[in-house]
């Protein structure tokens, strides 16, 4: 064995042109894993056990999974990884998957309240996408072995966590704009890095994802604009909503470099691509001038132009605050997560009865 | 509980020509539903003109051990490849 | 608006779909597995849009969603009938849908009824898929879709209204209706009530614009941001 992945080029064999063929095999990696507990872990009957004759040892998938990612190859479902490793992107794709079925919620409080028919298709297609994106990475989230009633259940028991962002009320219209310029603009800083993440199919849900994230982000621009120039009720409507996200947004990065737990392995196994500040501080460069563009004002007194660094320094980041809704006391945490798990338990008879369904047919068939 | 609506693998084929390609998966009660949720998820921006699912269990797939005796024989036949072939400049429809 | 619009079978069309559409995107968060997130939300944008491509041939797409009163609207009540749950919904979907169905069918010299009826056809498929796995699931996804089939019942007389206007064969539409949704509630071990298909008011119903309460609120939360800056644009 040389690599742990699929290796490139023509050794692929029929049927496997770009981009096509490598999530095939993770299909069937998940199943595998499902049927065999998770034997992905030990390919092949145990090769790893057969070290001792002279076959390769544990050693040899380890140092094979270092090169594999060291020369940027993708890690697919069934590869050997370190328990640490699959450990972490359970964890990240979890916790990502639950943010987009959250992150529905705030928005979805405006979709029957929409001011224009334009405006409420709009939103309406958002909310659909964000349900489409969990159900993405829960995909992803599967091929590592793990179900989505066990991440569901971490959601819904509080075990497993999701961005703090969304236990933020959306209070005006204009907080509709202000997620999809400045929410979904971090996201998208944070997201286009992870398209390269070295766990192949989270990479490949991340494409899919930036790709239809694109129109998010543009759709709350344009929202914002629209108040910005409108009348002056709406333009104060359009500030008041930079002034309560701008600074949620910038703790959407996570904690400094310093204190982040994570970070330094996430980045040696290329899960992560760059730190938390470099995003962050790539994400206020990218706002400022937007902000202008907008004829709106991004609330830090200490924001000003460093020539020497070219970049934007801003002030200090409340991270009392980050931390307390991270805790739970943000003002909708109990809200949030009471409706996603009321919508679970609500709907559970009928999935019960699909259930049911699907059971009598199959007897029926067999009979 | 949901835990008996098995798993699902989506295929789409993007447009007349080209092979079904795996999209990803879904959950779904019964291949039928899983049809349906594959064309509302999966097809939503006209990504698709055919879809194929199946049931992620009915999967065979080879292990990733058995990689090199499966793939590494084709290697070392690169005459398989057209590029293996070189063609003057100027010549067409090869 | 002048009274022609108000008569136009169109608006009572288009209405229909933004009601329906309006209740469907209420379901957002809610649903009860998430790909019936996506797929309640492909049906609520499928209306949204047929709706607003009826208002456009008619004026003005948001002073007609947003400028109107209760008793303005031409929508059938089965439309505005709140969601409850998912067996009220989709047992909701599959009475409008069928009928939509039938109706887009005929109206071949309207663009937007061509155009529509492939998206119609999808939505009442999902409906009748469905309406099989709920009637003939559980015992308790039995006794909801009884139950939902039962409440609703008597919103579906309206349908048959005949719209003036609309060059429609309304016995006929009538008739296979009757004939695709029995076959369905048959299907699924439901039975088909006895009780009339129509409420006990003689004024009329939704296409004179007498609506059922819940539909004033519902309104009111979807008018009220538009209606607070007046002329404003969104």
């Known amino acids: 064995m040389t690599t742990v992945v699929p290796g490139k080029g023509p050794g692929q064999g029929p049927g496997q042109g770009p981009g096509q063929g490598p999530d095939a095999s993770g299909a069937a990696d998940r199943a595998a894993v499902r049927v065999t507990d998770r034997a992905a872990d030990r390919p092949a009957g145990g090769l790893a056990e057969r070290g001792t004759d002279g076959e390769p040892g544990p050693e040899t998938y380890e140092s094979a999974f270092d090169a594999a990612v060291a020369a940027d190859e993708r890690i697919e479902p069934r590869d050997w990884m370190p328990d640490a490793y699959r450990a972490t992107l359970v964890r990240q794709i979890a916790q990502h998957a639950h943010s987009e079925i959250i992150g529905m919620m705030p928005e979805a409080n405006w979709l029957s309240r929409a001011p224009s028919l334009r405006r409420k298709a709009i939103l309406m297609a958002k909310v659909q ?18 179900g989505r009633d066990e991440l569901l259940d971490k959601l819904h028991s509080g075990r497993q966590k999701y961005s703090s962002i969304f236990n933020y ?199 | ?9 989506v295929f789409v084929r993007s447009r007349r020509g080209l092979s079904h390609t795996h999209a990803g998966s879904l959950h779904a009660p019964d291949a039928e539903l899983a049809l349906r949720n594959a064309r509302d998820l999966y097809t939503r921006r006209s990504e698709g003109i055919s879809i194929w699912v199946v049931p992620s269990s009915a999967v065979t797939a080879s292990s990733p051990d058995e990689k090199d005796p499966f793939f590494e024989p084709a290697a070392d036949k690169p005459y398989r490849h057209p590029t293996f072939y070189e063609v003057p400049e100027g010549v067409k429809n090869l | ?47 949204l849009g047929q709706a607003r491509a009826l208002y456009s041939e008619l004026g003005d797409e948001d002073e007609l969603a947003y400028l109107r009163e209760e008793r303005a609207f031409r929508n059938c009540q089965l439309v505005e009938q709140p969601n409850g749950d998912f067996a009220v919904t989709l047992v909701r979907q599959l009475f409008f849908s069928s009928w939509q169905e039938l109706l887009y069918g005929q109206l071949t010299s309207m663009p937007l009824a061509v155009k529509a009826v492939k998206e119609v056809v999808y939505h009442r498929d999902h409906a009748e898929q469905w309406t099989l796995r709920l009637g003939d699931g559980t015992d308790e996804s039995h006794r909801r879709a009884q139950h939902a089939v039962d409440t609703l019942w008597r919103y579906t007389g309206e349908l048959f209204q005949p719209l003036p206007g609309l060059d429609v064969c ?59 800056h007046p002329g404003a644009a969104w």
């Open chain 1, 129 to 146: 996408d964000e349900a489409g994106h969990g159900l993405y990475l829960y995909g992803a989230a599967e091929t590592l072995g793990t």
């Open chain 3, 170 to 228: 309304w016995d006929a539409m009538r008739s296979g209706w009757e004939k695709r949704v029995t076959g369905i509630l048959d299907r699924a071990t439901l039975t088909v009530p006895d009780g009339p298909q129509h409420g006990g008011w003689a004024a009329g119903a939704g296409r004179q614009g007498l609506h059922t309460e819940p539909f004033g609120p519902m309104l009111a939360e979807m008018q009220h941001l538009h209606r607070s």
């Open chain 1, 169 to 367: 009320p959306t209070l005006t219209w204009a907080d509709v704009g202000a997620i999809g310029w400045l929410v979904d603009g971090a996201a998208i800083t944070n997201q286009v890095p992870l398209c390269r993440c070295s766990y192949g199919p989270y990479a490949r849900a991340m494409v899919r994802i930036c790709k239809e994230e694109s129109f998010h982000q543009r759709q709350g621009y344009e929202l914002l604009l629209v108040l910005s120039r409108g009348t002056d009720a709406q333009h104060a409507m359009a500030q008041d909503a930079i002034d309560r996200w701008w600074w949620p947004s910038l703790m959407m990065f996570g904690p400094p470099d310093d204190e982040s737990a994570h970070s330094a392995q996430s980045m040696a196994w290329k899960i992560k691509r760059h730190s938390n500040d470099e995003l962050r501080q790539r994400f206020v460069d990218i706002c400022v001038p937007q902000a202008e563009a907008l004829g709106l004002t991004l609330p830090d007194p200490d924001l000003r132009w460093n020539e020497e660094a070219g970049h934007w320094d801003f002030g200090a980041i409340d991270w009392g605050e980050f931390k307390a809704v991270l805790k739970g006391n943000g003002p909708c945490n109990e809200q949030r997560i009471s409706q996603r798990r009321r919508a679970h338990e609500d709907g559970a008879w009928v999935r019960d009865a699909a259930a049911a369904h699907a059971r009598k047919r199959q007897e029926a068939a067999s009979r």
């Open chain 2, 1 to 9: 509980m949901s835990s008996d609506w098995p798993l699902w693998e």
């Open chain 3, 1 to 47: 608006m002048t009274s022609t619009v108000a008569d136009r079978p169109e608006l009572a069309l288009a209405d229909d779909a933004l009601i329906l559409s309006h209740r469907l995107g209420q379901w957002a968060g809610h649903a009860p597995v998430l790909e019936e997130e996506v797929a309640l939300a492909n049906i609520a944008l499928d209306l």
